[in-house]
């Protein structure tokens, strides 16, 4: 039940995986989705959980998902695998109050920490060796630079934009602003002009490494408006040409 899922701690995460996950055809094809997107299977496994069993009411809610707890283990995001050719299933965030935060900090000795979207980017991300959280959500980035000042505050932050997103679905002015605001060295990267939708959509760390070093912008007054203009402007030529 959704009582059950916020009172979430690490040992229930090792419960939820003895209960629900089982090798069979769907866990197989868990595995293979998460393969054929370059994840490192001994990497991103023990950070999941795939409900491949229909046992009760909580595992046939989530059935075919791959289920991320946040970092504190507060709560989760689930993914589906079964029906990844679709729309993707709309992520339920279970949380105790806090916003939940995906990915983590995995080199102490990089002062880089990269903001993405969703848990599968940071997870890839992490997976290369980078520091990266998510926000776990479009609509939650404002929210995730104002709740986490001190999780962020040593680090230079590099915001990573999805190619999919309008000016105007994240309001990334606003959340610049916020980000500015708050923090002294702050960056963005838009995913628009690499050729990827997302940092889960790279498989070569050579190639993030290139985009890194090419796409990185610092968020200014400025320079932000400037590219965020040039931004929205490209969005109307690209959508006119796909409509001629």
Do not use: C
């Not at 997107?37 to 795939?50: D, L, Q």
């Not at 926000?135 to 995730?144: C, L, R």
């Not at 680090?155 to 002015?173: G, K």
């Amino acid at each position: 039940s959704d009582m059950e899922v916020e009172k979430l701690t690490k040992e229930d995460f090792i419960d939820f995986r003895k209960k629900y996950e089982q090798k069979n055809m769907f866990y197989n094809m868990a595995k293979n989705y998460l393969i054929d997107r370059g994840f490192a299977w001994g990497f991103i496994h023990p950070k999941s959980i795939f409900i491949t069993t229909k046992t009760d009411v909580f595992s046939k809610r989530y059935f075919g998902r791959i289920l991320l707890p946040d970092i504190s283990y507060t709560g989760f995001t689930a993914r589906d695998f079964i029906n990844s050719w679709k729309k993707d299933y709309k992520l339920r965030y279970l949380s105790s109050g806090s916003a939940s935060v995906f990915g983590g900090v995995v080199n102490n000795d990089d002062k880089n920490i990269f903001i993405v979207e969703g848990p599968l980017d940071a997870i890839k991300l992490n997976q290369f060796g980078y520091n990266s959280l998510a926000i776990g959500g479009k609509s939650k980035a404002e929210n995730f630079f104002l709740k986490n000042k001190k999780l962020l505050s040593p680090y230079n932050i590099i915001y990573v934009i999805e190619s999919d997103v309008s000016l105007f679905e994240r309001d990334l002015l606003r959340v610049f602003h916020v980000a500015e605001k708050h923090y002294s060295n702050v960056f963005y990267i838009d995913m628009q002009y690499t050729g990827f939708k997302d940092t889960a959509d790279i498989n070569d760390p050579k190639v993030f490494d290139e985009i890194v070093n090419e796409k990185k912008v610092k968020i200014s007054k400025k320079g932000s408006m400037e590219g965020l203009l040039a931004r929205a402007l490209d969005k109307l030529k690209n959508n006119s040409s796909e409509k001629l």
